[in-house]
């Protein structure tokens, strides 16, 4: 029997595999997925050198979609919004990879130089050195929980009896439903984040005068 034309694994069949594993069931081991892909573990590391390399392709991926480096070029608030919102959607689309890349290093160069981007943009800006990691770290928090906010069932307080929390129940009554609830919450909280974030621009440096 000959071969076939099309190798049974490639890099771009392995990266889409993990994604469906990972949406399923937000984990991502070699046996799972040799499964998924209907090949041995062994097959698998023809392609890739492990766990750690296909985390690095899934994240590679997940980056092309958020955007390239002309958004630095907008002013620095306007920039983080962008990133911010493409981020929280390239994640919605996949919640399950939350998981897998908060346990992972970053330690691809495209991420260092993707993060370089932003650490220039916001020193330029006027932000301390000391501060920008913390700038950067707490959006990407706020991004991820957000992410996970847009796959949440559509109630996440209910049951509430309106005689022992009626201020509480009414404030429900007036959250949008759907798709919705979730974008305001995001907004509020970017809002929220970006004005603390200007404050900090003028504000003296932690442990300074």
């Known amino acids: 029997m000959g071969r ?4 049974l694994l490639d890099r771009a069949r392995i ?24 090949v041995s573990p062994s097959a698998l590391y ?18 092309r979609t958020i955007g390239g480096r002309t958004v ?4 620095w608030d306007e920039a983080l919004a962008v990133w911010a919102r493409s981020y929280r959607d390239a994640f919605a689309e996949h919640p399950g990879i939350v998981r897998v890349l908060a346990t992972a290093p970053l330690s691809e160069p495209f991420m260092h130089a993707m993060y370089e981007l932003a650490v220039v943009a916001l020193e330029d800006a006027g932000f301390a050195a000391a501060d920008v990691m913390g700038v950067i770290t707490a959006l990407e928090s706020f991004v991820l929980g957000s992410a996970l906010d847009l796959v949440a069932p559509p109630v996440m307080v209910d049951a509430v009896a309106r005689d022992a929390a009626p ?8 959250v949008p439903a759907g798709r919705e609830r979730a974008d305001q919450a995001f907004e509020t909280g970017l809002r929220a984040l970006l004005a603390g974030y200007r404050a900090m621009r003028t ?4 442990g300074g005068a």
């Open 72 to 75: 630095w070029d907008l002013p």
């Open 4 to 7: 076939p034309r099309t190798p």
């Open 203 to 206: 504000a003296p440096a932690a």
């Open 46 to 63: 023809h392609h890739v050198a492990g766990r750690a390399e296909i985390v690095a392709m899934m994240r590679a991926e997940l980056v």
């Open 167 to 174: 201020r509480l129940a009414a404030a429900l009554d007036a």
């Open 15 to 38: 990266v889409d595999a993990a994604f469906r594993l990972v949406d399923r069931s937000g984990d991502l081991t070699i046996p799972a997925l040799a499964k998924e892909l209907q």
